[in-house]
T-cell receptor, first 111, second 114 residues
Framework: LAKTTQPISMDSYEGQEVNITCSHNNIATNDYITWYQQFPSQGPRFIIQGYKTKVTNEVASLFIPADRKSSTLSLPRVSLSDTAVYYCLVGANTGGFKTIFGAGTRLFVKA | DTAVSQTPKYLVTQMGNDKSIKCEQNLGHDTMYWYKQDSKKFLKIMFSYNNKELIINETVPNRFSPKSPDKAHLNLHINSLELGDSAVYFC?????????????FGQGTRLTVV
């Protein structure tokens, strides 16, 4: 089970781009990298997922270098409503979705 | 319509009691999960069911017993509640059990044992 390491917290201002990096040195060949967002008193919500290179959707971009030992979630032009905890996961594959979310990165966006 | 719903949202009970948390998903997913989020915000999987069959059972006291009457429901029953069981419990579902599949979470049940 690949362990992930990410910063405990980050601060930003509205309108800035935020990059959160996650380390996963022992990622397995068939593991995917997934990011979730969690607001207080809510369950985590899927943001983006990738396997290699770059993935972009309407919410964020995910950059994965060739060695896949890290990944960076990029949130363009954050707003106050992006204040949340962001979890980086390296998902197991067949046999079940078995993972530990870890403590995540608490992003605080200021006005 | 709520995709993954769990009840109750809040549960306060005394030590030694038995309680249940219910979870239902209307997404037609095959796999459902129970997670526990402790005070440090670590979110850890407890159980996973695929088509009503248990496929993951992490190191969880046997006081915790999941029950899946059908693939749309996964309930969690807890016997002889202890103070350390206080946490937020999340139910989730996914299309299948693959790591590449997005999981959808419920709103959580905040359990407080006094």
């Amino acid at each position: 089970l690949a362990k992930t390491t990410q910063p405990i917290s980050m601060d930003s201002y509205e309108g800035q781009e935020v990059n959160i990096t996650c380390s996963h040195n022992n990622i397995a060949t068939n593991d995917y990298i997934t990011w979730y967002q969690q607001f207080p008193s809510q369950g985590p919500r899927f943001i983006i997922q990738g396997y290699k290179t770059k993935v972009t959707n309407e919410v964020a971009s995910l950059f994965i270098p060739a060695d896949r030992k890290s990944s960076t979630l990029s949130l363009p032009r954050v707003s106050l409503s992006d204040t949340a905890v962001y979890y980086c996961l390296v998902g197991a594959n067949t046999g079940g979705f078995k993972t530990i979310f870890g403590a995540g990165t608490r992003l605080f966006v200021k006005a | 319509d709520t995709a993954v719903s769990q009840t109750p949202k809040y549960l306060v009970t005394q030590m030694g009691n038995d309680k249940s948390i219910k979870c239902e998903q209307n997404l037609g997913h095959d796999t459902m999960y129970w997670y526990k989020q402790d005070s440090k915000k670590f979110l850890k999987i407890m159980f996973s069911y695929n088509n009503k069959e248990l496929i993951i059972n992490e190191t969880v006291p046997n006081r915790f017993s999941p029950k899946s009457p059908d693939k749309a429901h996964l309930n969690l029953h807890i016997n002889s509640l202890e103070l350390g069981d206080s946490a937020v419990y999340f139910c989730a579902s996914s299309r299948d059990g693959q790591g590449s599949t997005e999981a959808f979470f419920g709103q959580g049940t905040r359990l407080t044992v006094v």
